[in-house]
């Protein structure tokens, strides 16, 4: 599989990648604390690539990634829709309390995009990490 990283790890602004370009989606409130990206040639229920989640150090915008396996996935709810993330570990710092602070404020400020800027309110929550094998979380 190959993952593209849209947004690098301590990056303020989420990316959507369009054609060949990354375009701003929007600002966050709080700096994403891994890279993030998707899978290419995936399809997600809420029509956009699978949602990935690259745990270690900062990854270049458009850094396309060739893996096997993830080792785990972020159970998320976006705009009332399954949206998960896959987890992939390339070493690094891993934080279960961190991490579950960050997706749920992450959550309640999607909530609020929705409100403000969308004009509609959203269902939009976080549901947990849940880890492949139990053992990959020894070493984050």
Known sequence: MKVVIE???YSFFKYNKQ????VKEFLSPIPTIFNYGFIKGSLADDGME???VVIGPR????TVL???EFHGVVKFVDDSLEDNK???????????????????LYA??????YLILKRKISNCRFNGIEWHRQNNTSSF
């Open 66 to 68: 060739d893996i096997d």
């Open 50 to 52: 699978k949602d990935v």
């Open 19 to 22: 054609g060949s370009c990354f």
């Open 7 to 9: 947004t690098p790890k």
């Open 86 to 104: 896959q987890i992939l570990c390339m070493g690094g710092f891993y934080s279960k309390p961190i991490f579950y602070f960050y997706f749920h």
């Open 108 to 113: 309640t400020f999607k909530i609020l995009y």
């Open 59 to 62: 990854v270049p915008q458009g």
